[in-house]
């Protein structure tokens, strides 16, 4: 799996090098411990509506969130909320709960890349109680 996805990203970043226009700027760095075999990365767009929020949850896998619209607040468990704005990242280990995850925003939506390495047939969500 690791190295598809390092294959993946030295196509596109190749494919990047090659535009005299590209620019590279670092987001974000996660090194990942060995993966099983059997891991798929999802990759989701999620909109949100002003003010709209989830239950606390967790998704057992890697989540990386980039947002591309909006302001969106996140929390883990034990983690401080932060409030996150287009080209920012919020990053989620499979153990953490996501206590909070909100559009910061009464009147705009909120527009997220979603990047999920799973267990291949898991639930991508899953509620925890309060």
Request: aromatic share 4%; net charge negative; with cysteine.
């Amino acid at each position: 799996m690791r190295n598809l996805f390092n294959a993946c990203a030295l196509v596109a970043l190749a494919g990047l090098m090659g535009s005299a226009t590209a620019v590279q700027a670092q987001v974000m760095n996660v090194p990942l411990p060995p993966l099983p075999p059997n891991q798929e990365m999802l990759v989701l767009e999620v909109n949100l509506a002003p003010s709209q929020s989830s239950n606390p949850h967790r998704h057992n896998a890697h989540v990386f969130l980039y947002v591309l619209e909006g302001r969106v607040n996140m929390q883990v468990a034990g983690g401080e909320m932060v409030t996150l704005t287009p080209g920012q990242m919020f990053y989620e280990t499979p153990e953490s709960i996501h206590s909070v995850s909100q559009n910061a925003s009464d009147t705009e939506t909120a527009k997220l890349l979603v990047h999920i390495i799973k267990t291949v047939g898991a639930p991508v969500t899953t509620p925890v109680s309060n």
